[in-house]
């Protein structure tokens, strides 16, 4: 399976939320516990992860949800799989574990998937590396704008781990998303390189996604979109895209300007719409559907789904209303010395 291939005949779909499926099934702590952590001396409630661990069909079930409404690539349930996120629950131990269980849920997945549906498109598994919840650009201290609360170096161990798991388990690529700040996304990349440098491995192809936090068109860490993918593309990524934080409507024009200077594929998986007041998602599949649409017969993308709030529906309506259109055709950058 060479997905560069599938890339260049049509437009791929990658999955929608995570977390707004697994709230669909109303768990309790001990459902999230289950038998091996039933005596944890923490709450674990709230830590989508483990449900790797100790609710295995859930997440494979939500898997082939995706892979049914239309889905090419399907995400690991990994968004916080590091030793410094898990650190919130005192689970840093099983960092590598969860990366490996969850890259086996999505690629039994799809093996059940295919199986009960031969002849289908090639389907794909994402590793999905998150973002963190330590930044190494801003300070957590108001009052020491110099403090940071985390290494260069800790973000990078942090990572390889996850990315060691993740290849264990047998992901197809790897995406780095949700990039809210740039220097962790680099931590990210430089412990792809170094993994797969020291495992004399061919290299997975790497996403990279972005985040724009708001209509100032910048990162939280305060990058322009022009200088965000500067900073990424030395990693030679096999995308590089735009996810979360807005909704189609709002993230329209910076995809528009991503197209323009891109030399790699580009991806949008946008929010479903922004959310209201009880911080939920109210866009309609179709709504969402209809902007995408519009997106790809304007040549703006190569891979599309959705991100928070968006539900197999979502997925299936961008599935149909993309399914026919051309994707993006790779520009032809003309050498420049540097």
Known sequence: ?????????RILVIDGAMGTMIQ????????YRGERFKNWHSDVKGNNDLLCITQPDIIKGIHKQ???????????NTFSSTVIAMADYDMQSLAYELNVAAAKCAKDAVAEYMAENPGSNPKFVAGAIGPLNKTLSLSPDVNNPGFRAVTFDEVVDAYYEQIKGLVDGGVDLILIETIFDTLNAKGA??????YFRDQQKPELPVMISGTITDASGRTLSGQTLEAFYTSVMHAKPLSVGLNCALGAAEMRSHIEELAQIASCYTSAYPNAGLPNAMGEYDEQPHETAHFIEEWAKEGFVNIVGGCCGTTPDHIKHIADNVRKIQPRELP?????LS
């Open 1 to 9: 399976m060479d997905i560069r291939k599938e890339l260049e005949k």
């Open 24 to 31: 669909r099934h109303k768990l309790t702590e001990e459902d």
């Open 66 to 76: 995706y892979l049914a409404a239309g889905a090419d690539i399907i995400e690991t």
């Open 189 to 194: 990349i430089f412990a792809v390189k170094k």
């Open 332 to 336: 032809v950058l003309e050498p420049e």
